[in-house]
């Protein structure tokens, strides 16, 4: 497996409270990603980066924000979590990117309750 | 951006029997790749399909990419225990887009 961490890897929170979700790569990978699976959507891009500070929204960007001050770690914030975002949040990292075909490789995902 | 179908949504295979799985999309895609999740794991990444028509095998896994780089295909021959989880397809546009099925979620009869 890549050398990739997530914490927490389980967390439960109440509605309105903000939330970060951290990932780490040893890999030096340029691309981030992090990705919501929710049953019967598959899984679903929030947001990516190519590098340190550049970062972009996914299809499911809503409510979400990220960071990217090292090339190592990758965060997701929300700012004030909802129930409709209780899921399981993956984070994965690439070598190529988009243009390389972007094989991705996945962390082992954060399991998140909103109450 | 395209969207990638996948069917059946489960699949309940008795132990020693062959299936197959599709993934389809709505416009011609760049690549295919397949992952497998293990339940209570992460997607993990199997292989990647490039050209048109393109067949390649994994032990009892076949994948197929089809001649208009709009459909593919997962075969497992002779279904074992370990075949449990679910996979998925991604779909890469020519836009760089990638874009995941929802999964067909496998469970063996023993």
């Known amino acids: 497996d890549a050398g990739i961490t997530q914490s927490p890897r389980h967390k439960v929170t109440e509605t309105g409270t903000p939330v970060t979700l951290r990932c780490h790569q040893t890999?030096?990978?340029?691309?981030m990603y992090w990705y919501r699976q929710d049953p019967g959507h598959g899984l679903r891009l929030i947001h990516y980066s190519y590098g340190v500070k550049d970062t972009d929204k996914g299809e499911v960007s809503d409510g979400y924000s990220v960071s990217r001050s090292k090339t190592e770690d990758f965060l997701l914030t929300l700012e004030s979590a909802t129930s409709s975002q209780t899921s399981v949040y993956f984070c994965?990292?690439?070598?190529?990117?988009?243009?390389?075909?972007?094989?991705?490789?996945f962390g082992p995902g954060t399991r998140l309750l909103v109450l | 951006g395209q969207q990638v179908m996948q069917i059946p949504q489960y699949q309940h295979v008795q132990e020693g029997e062959d299936f197959t799985t599709y993934c389809n999309s709505s416009t011609t895609l760049s690549n295919i790749q397949w992952y497998k999740q293990r339940p209570g794991g992460h997607p993990v990444f199997l292989i990647q399909?490039?050209?048109?028509?393109e067949v390649k095998k994994q032990k009892r896994l076949t994948f197929q990419f089809g001649e208009a780089k709009k459909n593919s295909s997962l075969h497992i021959t002779a279904t074992q225990t370990t075949d449990v989880g679910t996979y998925f397809c991604a779909g890469q546009g020519y836009d760089y887009k990638l874009s995941f099925g929802a999964g067909t979620t496998v469970t063996v009869r023993a």
């Open positions: 399909l490039v050209k048109s028509g």
């Open positions: 890999e030096n990978h340029r691309y």
């Open positions: 994965a990292i690439s070598e190529e990117g988009r243009r390389g075909g972007e094989t991705q490789y």
